[in-house]
């Protein structure tokens, strides 16, 4: 087992190196599905309590609520078929609930006599949406008198040793001995690993546990995807193929290509006419391997040979826009390891691809779900002078704060961050703190309110890591974002919002505990004339944001409010 020493060792070593904030929608695209992953792992009872142990040892709270335990048992019991579940007999007797809980009842032996296993019943299908509404909001109402009644019933490890060795006994009935041994064992690795993971969620919501194999492949898709190629991206601009992105690193940023290059011909051959998708086939190929571009740099032109290799394309996009290239718009979709340097080249690019000055940029962060908290942090530090990012808070540690260093070399240039109710974790710790310090103004819609930080801790055991937070952030005057999120300083109502948010989780950590009080916004008078002059760029848009209005509304106005109501 880990002992204090080695568990502080192990969390103070995570917060070094700025942890990872694993998101749903990252794991969700992993080729590799959690039940493959986790086929050839020995999970058992050793593992629960080795993976239990460590949760209360790392936790952000230490505290294991006691309807955690009745959260593991109905985990494990999700392996039977049909399926049962653990209730409170309370519920049973009440009419109004009677109904929403229909089928077998049986009871145990070994557990308290308030305790009852139901299962087997048909849920009825609403024949209205009107029903349906009203069906789920019933169900709402006996979750939450579920909780309750469960909360005054006593149970623990002693009761989740009942409902397993319950399990073990209709296992073989499940699956049919003999010839479905092995199945069997499988199941029965199978629950305690719900079990492990539905206690975790009793204890805090992001709390999983992961087989090792899928934090490998999710460390590989945070560091960007590598491609062989010159490290370019194309776009048909005017007709003209032209270069909208260098790739850092890449045989063409080496070169000295910038964005706004146009590529004129390959190998000799003059690519007009030829669709974007066409002239990224003809730059692909085996690395190694040589391709001669001829290029045009306003009235120079010129003929370069580079060597195609694997080049780490980032997720850090970005392009210059309206009269004069007047808007720089950068794009991060997730904090992928590196994007701090790729967003400060990225930022060096958009500067030197026209003559005339950036005059505004807006930082496009809707749908960005986090990533690494130290590319969040090197990104603030970009558009930071001086002063604190954010304050990194764990239990029985001291805080770990992070501050400005670069004040040489920040961009100066007037900010808008635009944001949406997804945006979460470092995601919101970047707004938060270009917010507090007055850097940018924020737009858009209220964020997901995400303000903890997750640490993954290696099993002795086996195979797999324990993912579980253990710390919760604060900004640079003090406040947090947990279950609260980022306000912004200018609505827009074309942005997303709502949607499920971190204070719906049942058991999420709460806004309160010493927070200040809401971050002030702009003054009455000035936030007034923001909102009459966004409300100006909306209704009479300037001609040359009709084709972004097109796709992307909320960007178009975001640019328009950026460019007419900031700078």
């Known amino acids: 087992m880990h002992d204090s020493n080695a568990i502080a060792t192990v969390v103070a070593g995570v917060l070094a190196a700025c942890v990872l904030l694993v998101t749903r929608p990252a794991a969700a695209l992993l080729p590799v599905s959690i039940e493959a992953a986790w086929a050839d792992l020995a999970y058992d009872e050793q593992g629960f309590e080795e993976i239990v142990s460590l949760a209360k040892e790392v936790h952000l709270t230490g505290k294991m609520p006691k309807v955690a335990w009745i959260k593991a048992a109905n985990g494990a019991l999700r392996v039977l078929r049909p399926r049962v579940r653990l209730t409170a007999r309370v519920l049973l007797d009440d009419h109004a609930t009677r109904t929403l809980l229909d089928g077998k009842i049986e009871r145990l032996k070994c557990l308290d006599k308030r305790l009852v296993l139901l299962g087997g019943g048909k849920r009825k299908r609403p024949d209205s949406t009107a029903a349906l509404r009203r069906l789920r909001a019933a169900r709402r109402t006996l979750r939450a008198a579920e909780r309750k009644a469960l909360g005054r019933i006593p149970f623990g490890r002693k009761g989740l040793d009942c409902v397993m060795a319950e399990v073990t006994r209709r296992l073989p009935q499940v699956t049919g001995l003999p010839a479905a041994a092995t199945e069997t064992v499988t199941q029965q690795k199978r629950a305690w690993r719900l079990a492990t993971n539905h206690l975790l969620k009793g204890m805090d919501p992001h709390a999983v546990i992961v087989p090792n194999k899928l934090l490998e492949q999710l460390d590989d898709e945070s560091g960007g995807v590598r491609r062989v190629g ?37 190998a000799g051959k003059p690519l007009k006419g030829q669709k974007s998708g066409q002239i990224d086939a003809a730059l692909a190929g085996k690395a190694g391997t040589k391709v001669r571009l001829t290029i045009r740099r306003r009235s120079k032109r010129w003929q370069v040979t580079l060597i195609r290799a694997a080049v780490r394309r980032s997720t850090v996009t970005g392009r210059r826009h309206g009269p004069k290239d007047a808007v720089g718009v950068l794009r991060l979709p997730v904090f992928a390891s590196g994007a701090a340097n790729d967003m400060r080249a990225l930022v060096g690019q958009l500067a030197k691809s026209s003559k005339r000055r950036t005059q505004v940029h807006v930082l496009d962060l809707r749908g960005n779900t986090g990533g690494w908290v130290n590319e969040a942090v090197g990104i603030a530090d970009l558009f930071l002078a001086a002063g604190e990012i954010v304050r990194v808070r764990m239990r029985g540690e001291p805080d770990e704060i992070h501050t400005a260093k670069r004040a040489k070399s920040d961009v100066r240039v007037p900010l808008v961050v635009l944001v949406d109710s997804a945006c979460r974790s470092s995601c919101e710790l970047l707004t938060d703190a270009l917010q507090a310090h007055g850097r940018a103004l924020v737009i858009g819609a209220p964020t997901y309110g995400k303000g903890t930080v997750q640490g993954v801790f290696e099993a002795e055991r086996g195979k797999w890591s324990l993912l579980i937070t253990i710390a919760r952030y604060h900004g640079p005057d003090g406040g947090s974002v947990q279950a609260r999120g980022v306000t912004p300083d200018v609505p827009l109502a074309s942005v997303k919002r709502g949607g499920f948010r971190e204070s719906n989780f049942t058991g999420a950590l709460s806004t309160v505990q010493g927070d200040p009080k809401l971050r002030k916004g702009p003054t009455s008078k000035r936030s007034a004339r923001l909102r009459a002059c966004l409300q100006r760029v909306e209704t009479h848009p300037p001609a040359w944001l009709a084709p972004i209005a097109r796709t992307d509304r909320a960007l178009a106005s975001a640019m328009g409010f950026a460019l007419r109501c900031v700078r």
Request: a positive charge; zero cysteines.
């Open 230 to 266: 010159i490290g370019v991206e194309v776009a048909i601009v005017r007709g003209v193929a032209t270069l909208v992105r260098v790739h850092t690193g890449g045989p063409a940023d080496k070169a000295g290509l910038r964005p706004g290059d146009q590529l004129l011909a390959l």
